[in-house]
């Protein structure tokens, strides 16, 4: 069935139906205190003028400075490290809280009889833009669940995109909506709110999925059980794990971000703060709606999340429930998700600039979704302020980053890498694991470049924009990769001939000379086929 989007607003939507469980409602998820609007934000500016104060002290004691430059580059790059460790120890926090019983706080259980949930109509909903991927669809619309309907929002632009739905649509095992809308306003968000607002009539509830991504066939049924027994539920969120690929980079990091991505997940179970991933979850509709809907942003999951906190809804995070999708295929898939999370979280914080200071969300939660989404921004002034700290210091002959504080930085940068690390060392010893850890740290350090661009666009009032991954391998030649990794070299360039002009050495360009070469190398070689891929 084709379903082209109207053109009109959304209508006023209909209340609860008659004969569903009953939901929660709520005016947030915070108990208001004496400091609970200061106490987060005070609690952060503390700790980060501590740290600062430590780094100045050693960076102080080590270079000595003698001039005005040198005192206010130092400073600035103190401040920067005491940003980045802070980021840091985040991420190493909620490491170790992964490891812990999860946090038992999620809402009072309360049982809901069978033959209702059996009742409710649940949407499968898959986001497509020329990319469709008509197996995973045909596997994962065969669900237990017996009122379940298979949906996909077409936002393709190509005439053999749209075909390639219809096409389908025609010919599947069951029944399949196609929704298409006359334009592509509002990013993925607004392809699930077109939908919501003019199709969802008799949805309970829906399961965002992505047009590369598949749920085995008891998700639906697996998901409203535990939608339904805790009542201030509004999404369950399903493990995410990625499917095996046959490029060299999907052999070397898919893991990694398998296990990152369980371990902060489990970590925020822990401490109450578990989030919507923008895909591979069911929701409840009329919590949606009681939320306005998909936040129309990039983040549309970090933002939908906060919007559902500030009404008193939580997300439960199931391991178990679990689906599959493609890793990044090559470098250029990579830089292009980091650059797009990037933008989208420098949206969302100049949308939500009193974050820190919103008495409807826990104060857990208000630090750890601004931390989440300050940290690319941290790395980008991280990078600058170095490089104007070496640049200081080279014009002087004063000794540059100390050790200590180079290592530190080091260490708490490697958090991501750890679960990963120890799961190799187990199965492949410590040299295998310790050439991943290099691998990883160098993948992580030759983005500084395509943060920092993101962040100077959405900065400098540029819209922040939603790019759909490639999906395919770039296996193109030296002169296209080249071409591609524009950012980097012109970067690298600047940094030299800026160092030469004002020190006379090349030292201090030495970060941006690495991220370039770096950059390059994974482009050539990532995308190339694996001999053992896994």
């Not at 395919?472 to 600047?494: I, K, M």
């Not at 006379?504 to 694996?530: H, I, K, M």
């Amino acid at each position: 069935m084709l379903i082209t989007g109207p053109d009109e607003p959304c209508p006023d939507e209909p209340g609860p139906r008659p004969g569903r469980p009953a939901r929660h409602t709520g005016s947030g998820e915070n108990v208001p205190g004496p400091l609970s609007a200061l106490g987060p934000a005070l609690a952060l500016a503390v700790t980060w003028a501590a740290l600062a104060t430590v780094a100045w002290l050693v960076l102080v004691s080590a270079t000595r400075p003698t001039s005005p430059t040198t005192w206010t580059t130092t400073t600035l790059a103190a401040v920067a490290i005491a940003a980045a460790w802070l980021v840091g120890i985040r991420a190493a926090v909620l490491l170790i809280a992964a490891v812990r019983r999860p946090h038992p706080s999620v809402g009072s259980r309360a049982k809901v009889p069978r033959p209702e949930l059996d009742d409710l109509v649940v949407a499968l909903l898959w986001t497509t833009a020329d990319d469709f991927r008509a197996d995973l669809v045909e596997r994962s619309m065969r669900q237990t669940h017996p009122r379940t309907r298979t949906v996909v929002l077409d936002d393709s632009r190509s005439a053999a995109g749209q075909a390639a739905v219809d096409a389908f649509a025609a010919t599947a095992a069951g029944p399949v909506e196609v929704v298409r809308r006359p334009d592509r306003a509002g990013f993925k968000a607004g392809n699930l709110n077109n939908y919501l607002c003019h199709h969802a009539v008799g949805v309970d509830a829906v399961v965002v999925i992505d047009a590369d991504q598949e749920i085995d066939q008891d998700f639906v049924r697996t998901a409203l059980r535990h939608l339904y027994a805790y009542p201030k539920v509004a999404a369950v969120q399903g493990a995410i794990r990625s499917r095996r690929g046959d490029t060299r980079f999907v052999r070397d990091f898919r893991g990694m971000f398998d296990a990152h991505l369980r371990a902060m997940s489990a970590g925020r179970v822990w401490w109450g703060t578990a989030t919507f991933a923008g895909r591979g979850a069911l929701l409840d509709v009329s919590a949606l709606r009681d939320a306005g809907g998909f936040p129309e942003v990039v983040a549309e999951d970090a933002a939908l999340t906060l919007e559902l906190a500030r009404r008193g809804r939580t997300v439960r995070y199931v391991p178990n429930l679990v689906s599959v999708e493609d890793a990044p295929t090559d470098y250029t898939a990579f830089t292009t998700q980091l650059g797009k999370f990037t933008e989208g979280a420098m949206q969302l914080l100049g949308r939500n600039r009193g974050l820190l200071f919103d008495t409807r969300l826990r104060p857990a939660r208000r630090l750890d979704v601004f931390l989440d989404l300050a940290s690319p921004l941290v790395g980008a002034a991280l990078t600058v302020a170095l490089f104007a700290f070496a640049l200081a210091t080279a014009v002087e002959r004063l000794p540059g980053l100390p050790v200590p504080l180079g290592a530190s930085l080091g260490l708490l940068g490697a958090v991501p890498l750890l679960p990963e690390a120890v799961r190799r060392i187990r199965r492949r010893g410590p040299l295998t694991a310790s050439l991943f850890l290099l691998r990883g740290a160098m993948l992580y350090a030759s983005v500084a470049v395509v943060a920092l661009r993101a962040v100077l666009r959405v900065g400098l009032g540029l819209r922040a924009r939603f790019v759909v991954t490639p999906k395919a391998a770039d296996r193109r030649s030296l002169r296209t990769t080249v071409g591609r990794r524009r950012p980097e070299l012109a970067a690298a360039a600047a940094a030299v001939l800026v160092a030469i002009l004002v020190s006379g050495t090349v030292a201090p360009a030495g970060v941006f000379c690495v991220v370039a070469a770096t950059a390059v190398g994974y482009s050539l070689l990532g995308g190339r086929p694996a001999r053992n891929a896994r």
